[in-house]
């Protein structure tokens, strides 16, 4: 067992009042487990990210219990999470092209960085060489600049800086979304390569595009509104979705194949509701087509067959 | 790297041939004719004649009777032989030997003032973004220091050091009393005299400083390489040293915008604290319309101004590996 969340609670705090943008999450990411996290903007995904490694100012902690590897994760110390980060929880952000100090050659940076946590850069400088020809860039990166790399270069130089400790477990948060295509799939394939390999353990990909997360997940995790609607396997999120929000996420993805020019591509209805005072029950109720009586209540997320959860009425 | 710097020497070649012309033109564009000037001003005209006969010499001796064009080469031609005229105020010493005298004290007072101001400003600035308690004190003090101008600054504490308290001197470069020596009495005066301009010019660059690298520091300590780095869990020391180095570069821009501004603060300093620098020399030279008193300075402190915009050039490329990268290329 890589990952176990449970009750997870994280709120930011605003002059009007706390937002729940996660609202007890519970989920296991497996050993060897690419968990895809999806949902559209302001479900709770990049919170969940940014809880795992580093809370920023904004966010507070306010119950719940991280345990990676059967330890205990002190997520809201920030001091005390500075051992776990690097080594045992690393973190590949969506700003990659930023991420790295501009005026700072880049295996200089990395030196600097290991030095820093208290590792010899002399001694991992021959692995780091190889994981750069495995991703396929030259070894003269490291004495070059930011800005003499491209935007994919340097995508594929934090993803390989990010795992030179080899950590339990990964967060990579829309490390794809500020690529091309071409871009978007070499880091993909990166990902699904460092994990065969073994360089991560797990690996939790968190992205807003539905396709990107089945092409290398294994397992999917939907989020609405804070909360979890769904986990599954890759193949059974897109092929046989059981809560309505999926389903309803499934059905606005094009189709190969299929023409738009008569019919609209499907939507959903409505939008989320807001996290400053979040109605009870179910959160999709008010644009859920199958909503009744019954989910006024809170429905619980459970295991409805191995590996898939819900959290529906319905479903159940 | 040659390629950039010879660029770069030209652009300040012609900068330099610009403002020496324009420092040539300007006197000889003003209404009035000098010589016509300082005859009428010695007592009325009762002998044409002889009036005549002695404008003719002083046109050839100023070298104005030759076409203007003659008159702009042998300006060059002397300023290559060092030779910047005699001054009228001072006469029959050579412009070159009264800015030269001026010039140490000028320096002293200029250099010190502008590289410890930018030095602990940035210092004192890049706490007071970490430190709540100083950036309290540090942000309003930094803005009352410099919106303050310089003259005002050096009038109050010329006031309230010398005058009320009278720790220091307000006047002159060393004691009325003495003459210049190499001993301790006239090195402690010179240090006494000296004080009070260079903490006004100091205390006004300082606030500035200190502003410009506070807020620089936040950007940075916010920026994404900083987040990158911490959610690695590398130490606060780490981030805030690259916070710091990022965030001086602009500041060493700021240093070369604020140059001619500093010059300009030094000459009104100057002038309120009678400090025989070449500010005092500007204010005097006006006085008294020695024109080619004024121009020998302002060919000083534009020359000056020029060199240490260019040694700001060269150090610039040193601290941001951007600008080298950019010259050689970037490879992909």
């Keep these: ?316 | 790297m040659g390629r950039y710097f010879g660029r770069k020497s030209i652009v300040y070649a012609l900068t330099c041939i610009v403002a020496v012309t324009i420092n040539w033109l300007v006197p000889r564009f003003m209404p009035g004719d000098p010589v016509l000037q300082m005859l009428i001003s010695r007592g009325p005209d009762t002998n044409p004649e002889q009036t005549a006969v002695i404008m003719d010499y002083y046109n050839r001796l100023f070298g104005f009777d030759v076409p203007l064009w003659q008159q702009y080469l042998n300006y060059w031609g002397a300023l290559f032989k060092g030779d910047l005229g005699v001054s009228v105020w001072l006469f029959p010493t050579p412009v070159a030997d009264v800015v030269l005298r001026a010039l140490p004290y000028t320096l002293g007072l200029l250099l010190p003032a502008i590289l410890l101001s930018w030095f602990l400003g940035n210092k004192v600035g890049a706490m007071a973004a970490r430190r709540k308690w100083l950036d309290n004190s540090v942000l309003p003090v930094g803005y009352v220091l410099t919106a303050t101008p310089y003259m005002w600054l050096a009038i109050l504490l010329a006031w309230s050091l010398g005058i009320v308290a009278g720790i220091f001197p307000t006047a002159g470069g060393y004691g009325f009393d003495l003459q210049p020596a190499v001993s301790w009495e006239f090195a402690s005066s010179l240090a006494m005299h000296w004080f009070l301009p260079f903490l006004s010019l100091f205390l006004v660059a300082f606030g500035g400083w200190a502003i410009g690298m506070r807020n620089l520091v936040i950007y940075e300590l916010e920026s994404d390489y900083a987040n990158y780095l911490a959610a690695l869990g590398a130490p606060p020391r780490l981030i805030r040293r690259y916070a710091f180095r990022n965030a001086i570069l602009p500041q060493v821009t700021g240093l070369a915008l604020q140059l001619g501004v500093l010059v300009g603060g030094s000459i009104l300093t100057e002038v309120v604290f009678a400090y025989p620098g070449l500010g005092n020399l500007v204010f005097q030279a006006l006085l008294h319309r020695d024109f080619f008193l004024l121009q020998g300075v302002v060919l000083f402190i534009v020359i000056g101004v020029l060199v240490a915009n260019f040694v700001i050039d060269v150090v610039y490329v040193l601290v941001d590996p951007r600008t080298r990268a950019g010259m050689q290329g970037v490879s992909a």
């Design chain 1, 1 to 316: 067992m890589s990952l176990q969340v449970d009750g997870l609670r994280v709120r930011y705090r605003t002059l009007r009042g706390d937002v729940h943008a996660l609202d007890g999450v519970t989920f296991e990411v497996a050993d060897g487990e690419i968990m895809g996290l999806v949902g559209e903007s302001g479900c709770g995904k990049t919170t969940l990210a940014k809880s795992l490694i580093r809370l920023d100012g904004r966010m507070q902690y306010v119950d719940g219990v991280v345990e990676l590897d059967g330890v205990k994760l002190p997520i809201d110390d920030q001091h005390a999470m500075n051992r776990f980060r690097f080594t045992q929880i690393s973190f590949v952000p969506q700003y990659a092209m930023s991420a790295l100090n501009p005026i700072r050659k880049i295996g200089k940076m990395i030196a600097e960085l290991l030095e820093s946590r208290g590792f010899d850069y002399k001694s991992i400088q021959p692995e780091l060489e190889r994981r750069l020809d495995l991703v396929g860039l030259p070894r003269d990166v490291l004495r070059r600049y930011p800005i003499e790399l491209s935007g994919g270069m340097k995508q594929r130089t934090v993803v390989v800086v990010s795992t030179l400790l080899d950590p339990s477990l990964l967060v990579a948060d829309e490390a794809t979304s500020a690529l091309d295509v071409s871009n978007q799939k070499a880091v993909a394939e990166t990902l699904v390569e460092f994990r065969d390999r073994r360089f991560v353990r797990s690996v939790i990909v968190v992205t807003h595009d539905i396709s990107l997360g089945y092409q290398i997940a294994d397992t999917i995790m939907v989020m609405y509104a804070g909360k979890q609607a769904e986990k599954a396997p890759a193949e059974v999120i897109v092929n046989s979705p059981r809560h309505p929000y999926t389903q309803a996420l499934m059905s606005s993805l094009p189709e190969v194949g299929v023409r738009y020019e008569d019919r609209r591509l499907a939507g959903i209805p409505g939008s989320p509701p807001p996290l400053l005072n979040p109605p009870s029950g179910c959160r999709f109720r008010d644009r859920c087509p199958l909503a009744f009586d019954q989910c006024a209540e809170e429905p619980p997320f459970v295991e409805i067959a191995t590996g898939h959860s819900v959290a529906c009425w319905k479903a159940a």
